[in-house]
């Protein structure tokens, strides 16, 4: 709720913005009774258009329940002011009085914290709220009023359902269309938004009515769904705001076309019942409409949350693939570091060996090196480079890296090639790393389960069509059966210091050169193979 309302902390009194705000009510009331004084029923001005009542409860819901006492003297003023005070002083009493204490007791009811409504219309719950309260207390108003006019004989008793009838459409008229319109403008939001598109229902406003009362039908009211259109038009479009500023424009309209057709030929309080339908149409569908974009934009917001969620995910997975590849020349380094270590420690040096070892190391931080270079190519541009490379040449290298590492684990490495097999179109870097993790796999499963005279082999064959197939067998313990039942996914490992990721990459990797990757093997051993097209068949580029 809008506070404007301060208090001069020394002496207790209202401030002057207190006094400013009143006075500036108490001036757009008069005025407003002013100009809505149509078709009155009695000399006291029942008529079917009141937005003072909308104004006196935007000024509580917006400024507090300080202003109360303002419900009462604004009506007393303008009774005054304009129709040098139709009733008896204490009639005119009794009736401001009533109507005073009821909308000032739904200003209350309306600000009580404990309701949760909120003038900023933020929700349907608050336009319910607001929209029900008014249809109570101007029933009550109108009840109340009209009988105590009826019984000073001020208006007979025929006239009482058209005057309660009267008075209640106008006083919901008034709050349906003025309080939200105030509420949004007291609070400073747009209620227009700047596009030319909002030319176009305004203009079919007045066609409208300019075809309602311009034609030669008595009754324009049956004429008056084509005010519907541009209303709809502007609260499906631009949302609650927009609509309460164009039901504001269209009673403005509305109250000039009656005066300037003429009130005798057209029944005003049919149409302003009209009017309140239209009002009511357009709040609850311009409400259904901000809801809607709130919620779009929350869920925007939701997918904001959980995409970055995502992507710090993503850098914890970057980063175990990171570790994943770079381990595999790290040891590979760190074992021909050892090599060279005793070869350095024995009395008679094997330089030539101590130099072969050293161009093995340097060759391993290449290979790191190079690894970074394609995870930062590969997560930059997410594409890979091909190139025709011979199928032996494409496992000698991992081969040499892998070697070392297998002989200090007695674990035998053999390969075979088939001769004049095709030469395949990959990321040599990519195919080489898959076969490095498989064989790393395979010898840490044979390790691990102690098992002796270990055994990896690495085949390479033509199956007959467009593709090079590529095995990979050993003789430990095999793969867990759950690997073997389900298809290969991340961080499913069966090793106690696994990441999970070496075969879901290596598999991603064979994908996306346009391969099939396959699990197999059995208690005495694990076998993976992999399928690579012919560079004749291979696709022109990969993207990942």
């Not at 006196?56 to 304009?82: E, K, N, Q, T």
């Not at 009362?213 to 705001?241: D, K």
């Not at 090639?417 to 064989?439: A, M, S």
């Amino acid at each position: 709720m809008l506070q404007l309302l301060t208090r001069d902390v020394t002496f207790g009194l209202p401030s002057p913005r207190y006094w400013a705000i009143g006075c500036a009510y108490l001036a757009a009331y008069v005025a407003l009774d002013w100009l809505s004084f149509v078709d009155p029923l009695s000399a006291f001005g029942i008529t079917p258009w009141n937005p003072t009542t909308g104004v006196s409860i935007a000024l509580v819901l917006a400024f507090g329940r300080a202003f109360i006492p303002w419900l009462f003297l604004a009506p007393l003023l303008a009774d005054g002011v304009l129709r040098q005070f139709p009733l008896p002083l204490d009639a005119e009493i009794a009736v401001v009085t009533a109507i005073g204490g009821t909308y000032s007791a739904a200003a209350w009811l309306l600000t009580r914290p404990e309701n949760g409504f909120s003038p900023a219309l933020q929700s349907r719950r608050d336009l319910i709220w607001l929209l029900g309260t008014a249809a109570v207390a101007a029933a009550v108003a109108a009840t109340g009023g009209v009988f105590l006019l009826s019984s000073m004989s001020i208006v007979s008793f025929d006239q009482i359902p058209q005057g309660v009838l009267g008075w209640w459409v106008g006083d919901m008229i008034g709050i349906t269309v003025m309080t939200p319109f105030l509420l949004f403008l007291l609070s400073g939001r747009s209620i227009f938004p700047k596009v030319p598109e909002l030319i176009l229902p305004f203009l079919a406003m007045i066609g409208a009515l300019f075809v309602i009362f311009g034609s030669a039908t008595s009754n324009p009211s049956q004429l008056f769904y084509l005010l519907f259109l541009p209303v709809i038009w502007i609260a499906v479009r631009f949302g609650l705001e927009a609509v309460t500023g164009a039901l504001a424009v269209t009673q403005v309209l509305l109250i000039a076309a009656i005066q300037i057709a003429g009130p005798s030929t057209i029944g005003i309080t049919a149409l302003q019942t009209l009017m309140l339908v239209l009002a009511l149409t357009g709040l609850i569908v311009g409400e259904l409409v901000s809801e809607q974009r709130n919620t779009q934009r929350e869920l925007w917001l939701h997918r904001e949350a959980l995409g970055r969620a995502s992507r710090v995910g993503t850098l914890g997975a970057l980063a175990a693939a990171i570790a994943h590849e770079i381990n595999q020349p790290l040891t590979a380094i760190g074992n021909y570091a050892r090599v060279g270590r005793r070869a350095l420690k024995q009395e008679a040096v094997d330089q030539a060996s101590v130099i072969r070892t050293t161009e093995q190391i340097i060759e391993q931080v290449d290979r790191a090196a190079a690894v970074i270079r394609w995870l930062r190519d590969f997560i930059g541009a997410g594409s890979s480079r091909l190139e025709v490379v011979s199928v032996p040449d494409l496992i000698r290298r991992p081969e040499s890296v892998c070697r070392a590492d297998l002989e200090e684990h007695g674990i035998r490495l053999d390969t075979a090639v088939t001769r004049d097999l095709p030469d395949v179109k990959v990321d040599r870097l990519q195919i080489e790393q898959v076969i490095g993790n498989i064989v790393k796999n395979a010898s840490e499963a044979i390790t691990g389960a102690g098992c002796t005279n270990g055994r990896i082999e690495i085949e390479a064959a033509h199956d007959g069509r467009a593709f090079i197939v590529i095995s990979i067998t050993d003789n430990g313990p095999g793969f867990e059966p759950v690997l073997l039942e389900r298809p290969i996914s991340p961080f499913t490992t069966t090793k106690a210091d696994g990441m999970g990721l070496g075969l879901s990459l290596s598999r991603s990797i064979i994908q996306s050169h346009g391969g099939k990757m396959t699990l197999g093997g059995n208690r005495n051993g694990a076998c993976v193979s992999f399928t690579l097209p012919t560079a004749e068949k291979a696709p022109p580029g990969i993207t990942t």
